[in-house]
């Protein structure tokens, strides 16, 4: 075994670690409607959620993974012990949400751990992530929020009144159910679009660095999409392993629908997530958003008190704050560690 292999396999094993974790948070908002509409069974959902991840991840993961690797923290400094570092944190924090049972975002847990070095080595590029990251953190959530409740309150509710069947599961209508998994699918590919990046990013940046390639033409594309097929796979171990609490935490425990709602949920996240990957290449959390459209679903027939009461959502949003926080806490704490030991 090469020497060279040896150091890069520590990293490679952080990201590898990072996606299991990415993959059990990222199955509730691809098919914890479905799940909870009683349309899938759960054993088969990792292999398709992990199918779609990847195709996702090659097909639109482009822009998302360039902003990763070198639009929060210059891509030079991303380093061996740099890289570890941030994907150890995030993959910690992750973990934790996962044994919660929350669903939590990758993104903002990625993009935490990337900003707390980059700020503490006085090279972050504030600019891009104060004016096009943290604003659609908030407002993507919020226009989910908003197209769901607008959709329940005028479209989803009146028809499953006056077309009781059309949202009933369980073998009514197969085409429906049909069309909520095709849905799910969807899901799933828009977080290959964005949220492969996390862990592909800095591997590719790291590697570029540590092997002195050019690190702004076709070498770069190629050791991205080699990080990609290492990386995305194990989204698909990650939800077999966490996916199961996670997707009864979103899709039974925080209101069930029916295959009509499903399809509205994941059709209304996975469009936004997807084209704000391939437009802008901005990194975004599709579980808040999935969450966010939920609730407003809910709310637009069961009202705020009832959602806010009955349901966990007060832990999963106290969960979100969290996880960011520890990753880039742990991403701080780490790199100063590395800075005294003469590791950076």
Request: proline share 5%; net charge positive; hydrophobic share 55%.
């Amino acid at each position: 075994m090469s020497p060279m292999f040896t150091i890069l396999l520590v990293p490679f094993l952080a990201a590898m670690f990072l996606a299991i974790n990415m993959g059990g948070s990222g199955t509730a908002p691809s098919f914890a409607a479905a799940y909870g509409a009683g349309i899938i069974r759960k054993d088969i959902i990792p292999g398709l959620f992990g199918l779609f991840v990847f195709f996702g991840a090659l097909l639109a993961g482009k822009e998302v993974a360039l902003t990763i690797s070198r639009g929060i923290l210059p891509n030079e400094y991303i380093t061996l012990t740099l890289t570890t570092i941030i994907l150890v944190s995030v993959g910690l924090a992750l973990l934790l949400a996962n044994l919660l049972g929350v669903p939590q975002s990758t993104t903002q847990a990625t993009v935490f751990a990337l900003a707390g070095p980059a700020a503490y080595l006085k090279v972050l590029k504030a600019k891009y992530l104060l004016l096009n990251i943290v604003p659609a953190w908030f407002l993507l959530p919020l226009i989910a929020f908003v197209l769901a409740f607008l959709v329940g309150r005028f479209f989803y509710h009146p028809v499953r009144r006056k077309w009781p069947t059309l949202d009933q599961a369980g073998g009514h209508l197969p085409m429906v159910d049909w069309l909520v998994i095709a849905a799910s699918c969807f899901v799933a590919f828009s977080i290959g679009s964005n949220n492969v990046a996390n862990a592909a990013g800095p591997i590719a940046a790291m590697v570029v660095n540590e092997l002195n390639l050019d690190g702004s033409g076709s070498s770069f594309m190629l050791i991205m999409t080699l990080s990609v097929l290492l990386v995305a796979p194990c989204f698909g171990i990650g939800s077999s392993l966490f996916g199961a609490k996670v997707i009864r935490t979103t899709g039974k425990e925080l209101l069930e629908f029916g295959p009509l709602g499903a399809t509205i949920i994941s059709m209304i996240t996975a469009t936004l997530l997807l084209t704000v990957s391939v437009t802008r290449g901005i990194p975004s959390s599709l579980v808040q958003m999935n969450t966010f459209a939920i609730i407003g679903l809910g709310i637009s027939e069961h009202g705020w008190r009832e959602m806010l009461k009955d349901t966990p959502v007060l832990k999963i949003v106290s969960v979100w704050f969290a996880a960011p926080l520890i990753a880039m806490i742990l991403s701080v704490v780490m790199t100063m560690l590395a800075e005294r030991l003469g590791m950076l």
